[in-house]
């Protein structure tokens, strides 16, 4: 059974800093692409930035240049860098998991990031 668990939410000040991070277990990391989507109250969910196996990358244009996305196949972890955060960044972000074997997708529970002076 594999599992997604996304951390490092939080409430952060406009311009500030936050980075958040996927784990997969329960089956080979390396075979899995991974993508961070958010969803804000009313909005429908939307990609940010994604990074296949074993590392292209792609990012949604509002945030090019502040937020990077990383993967660490021995620490089975995806890391999303945010920087200069705005409040436009306010969202529930989660974590997809999608196998290129099987393209089976797996998703984690998300966690709240807050952009608010």
């Known amino acids: 059974q594999v599992q997604v668990v996304e951390s490092g939410g939080g409430l952060v000040q406009p311009g500030g800093s936050l980075r958040l991070s996927c784990v997969v277990n329960g089956d080979t990391f390396d075979t899995y692409a991974i993508t961070w989507y958010r969803q804000a109250p009313g909005k429908q969910r939307e990609l940010v930035a994604g990074?296949?196996?074993?590392?292209?990358?792609n990012y949604r244009n509002s945030v090019k240049g502040r937020f990077t996305i990383s993967r660490d196949n021995a620490k089975n972890t995806v890391g999303l860098q945010m920087n200069s955060l705005e409040p436009e960044d306010t969202a529930v972000y989660y974590c997809?998991?999608?196998?290129?074997?099987?393209?089976?997708?797996?998703w984690g529970q998300g966690t709240q990031v807050t952009v608010s002076s």
């Open positions: 990074i296949g196996s074993p590392g292209a990358t």
């Open positions: 997809n998991a999608r196998s290129i074997i099987s393209y089976d997708n797996y």
